[in-house]
């Protein structure tokens, strides 16, 4: 399976600490993009980073790329109680016809 | 503008009981997808439909019918419910395929079917 996994299953955090979550793949890939899930509700697109790029920020998230190691991790700075939630990383596949999502992160930022 | 909306949120069913799962976008997506959310699994492609008239096999098709009625509606039908259905179902939409062009995806609320 392509699907990816993401590291750790869990972290909790104080608010104002910076969040980092990685997910490894298994083939080469064409995208990789990052979503967030608040409890109870869908998933959200947060970034995207395609196979040519080794970094991308958006606010407060910064993404990287390392296509050699086949990962990826999603550092998110001055965590926020409203960042609480699960986040996935979703790797497409070269052939194929599909993206693949892990199993996801769940932060916890404490007030 | 309301994004993707499914119906019903909730729904419980006996085994061999049958139902479709709605859904519809108003962002004049081509693409539209189906797929499940278990515990520990993350989330698999049912079935997805690239454009307008035309559907394919995702990863875990098996149980499962889907119709794109017409631009907005991508139906997803279980015949005959089995405890091995109970799941969280997502729809998404895309402008194009996503996988193709790194499009994003835009996910309904989800329905949480229970099939006992």
């Known amino acids: 399976s392509q699907q990816g996994e993401e590291d750790p299953q869990a972290l909790s955090i104080q608010e104002g600490e910076n969040a980092t979550m990685n997910c490894s793949y298994k083939?080469?890939?064409?995208?990789l993009q990052w979503y967030r899930q608040n409890s109870g509700r869908g998933l959200v697109h947060l970034i995207l980073i395609r196979s040519n790029e080794r970094e991308k920020h958006s606010g407060r998230l910064r993404v990287t790329l390392d296509t050699s190691k086949k990962s990826s991790s999603l550092l998110i700075t001055a965590s926020r109680a409203a960042d609480t939630a699960s986040y996935f990383c979703a790797t497409d596949a070269r052939t194929g016809n599909q993206f693949y999502f892990g199993t996801g992160t769940s932060l916890t930022v404490i007030p | 503008n309301a994004g993707v909306t499914q119906t019903p949120k909730f729904q419980v069913l006996k085994t061999g009981q049958s139902m479709t799962l709605q859904c519809a976008q108003d962002m004049n997506h081509n693409s539209m997808y189906w797929y499940r959310q278990d515990p520990g699994m993350g989330l698999r492609l049912i079935y997805y439909s690239a454009s307008e008239g035309t559907t394919d096999k995702g990863e875990v098709p098996n149980g499962y019918n889907v119709s794109r009625l017409n631009k907005r509606e991508f139906s997803l039908r279980l015949e005959s419910a089995a405890p091995s259905q109970t799941s969280v179902y997502f729809c998404?939409?895309?402008?194009?395929?996503?996988?193709?062009?790194?499009?994003?995806?835009?996910f309904g609320p989800g329905t949480r079917l229970t099939v006992l």
């Open positions: 083939t080469s890939i064409n995208n």
């Open positions: 998404a939409s895309s402008g194009e395929l996503a996988y193709l062009l790194g499009g994003t995806q835009y």
